[in-house]
């Protein structure tokens, strides 16, 4: 049995994040979780991530397997406490410098940390994690998925579905809320495929996945986050690409703010971007 060890550390997250990557460096062979008290204090150390972790590798051939935790999730708890910055590392990605996700179930973010160990290369794993996922009921795996599973890049509908006339597109905790709506409204005809992995972005797994909807004319790109946020501006032209058609859009406006303070007009949103996701 190997250390656990858990420090609590001062809110200066430049410095901590830094002394984390160095220590990454000295100690490759440990497995080193950096978690956000909440994803938006990733600001704080906004200069490591770009001068260092996501660009180490292209610069100095220094390699980190270092792993971001950041609690990312619209929960109406208002601006600072909602977004983890995930365009900002989507933004940062290319040439297979960083490992972006922003995963739905239990098993994918235990076999997530097991690959950071058993692979013979290193590199930054940075994920997107909403509190409310630990405490919420639709969030389980079965056991065998621990066991005899595999990380999934990509997991397709849960249904089949093969008469859907939409598929839409989604990442992290927005997805229990579009199957909750559609469960709940009886819809038949909406396929959901979720994103676990942004980037590197498996397509030959999302090809795969899409094969299962054959006769699906719409296809929608459904997040928590405004417009000028999130995984949208990253993931829009890929999909494009990927299917030689449009890809609509159900989410928040684009806003200044990752947030609004207002719990109520929260709700209202969520609520509008779900009902657009299955229907319009």
């Given at each position: ?47 490591i ?68 160990v058993?692979r ?77 992995q ?39 032209p ?16 684009a ?21 657009e996701?299955?229907?319009?």
């Amino acid at each position: 049995q190997g250390d656990f060890r858990i420090y609590n550390s001062p809110l200066t997250e430049a410095a901590v994040l830094g002394f984390e990557f160095g220590y990454t460096l000295d100690y490759p062979n440990m497995l080193l979780l950096w978690e956000a008290q909440f994803g938006d204090f990733a600001n704080g150390a906004q200069v490591i991530i770009d001068q260092f972790i996501t660009s180490s590798e292209s610069k100095w051939n220094e390699t980190s397997n270092i792993v971001l935790l950041l609690p990312h999730g619209y929960e109406g708890q208002g601006p600072e406490h909602s977004s983890g910055r995930l365009e900002r590392f989507l933004q940062a990605c290319a040439e297979d410098n960083i490992q972006v996700g922003n995963l739905t179930t239990p098993a994918n973010l235990f076999h997530a940390l097991r690959r950071q160990v058993h692979r013979p290369f290193n590199k930054p794993l940075v994920l997107m994690t909403p509190k409310s996922l630990l405490r919420d009921p639709r969030c389980t795996s079965a056991l065998d998925d621990f066991t005899d599973g595999e990380f999934r890049e990509i997991i397709p509908d849960t249904l089949g579905m093969q008469s859907a006339k939409r598929v839409v597109f989604c990442t992290g905790k927005v997805y229990f809320d579009l199957e909750e709506y559609r469960e709940k409204n009886n819809i038949d005809d909406a396929a959901i495929v979720r994103i676990e992995q942004h980037y590197p972005l498996h397509e030959p797994k999302l090809r795969e996945a899409l094969k299962r909807h054959p006769r699906a004319k719409r296809f929608i790109w459904c997040q928590e986050e405004s417009e000028n946020m999130g995984a949208w501006f990253f993931m829009e032209p890929r999909l494009r690409r990927l299917l030689g058609r449009e890809i609509g859009y159900a989410g928040r406006d684009a806003s200044a703010s990752p947030a609004t303070g207002s719990r109520a007009i929260h709700q209202l949103e969520q609520a509008k971007l779900i009902e657009e996701a299955v229907t319009l």
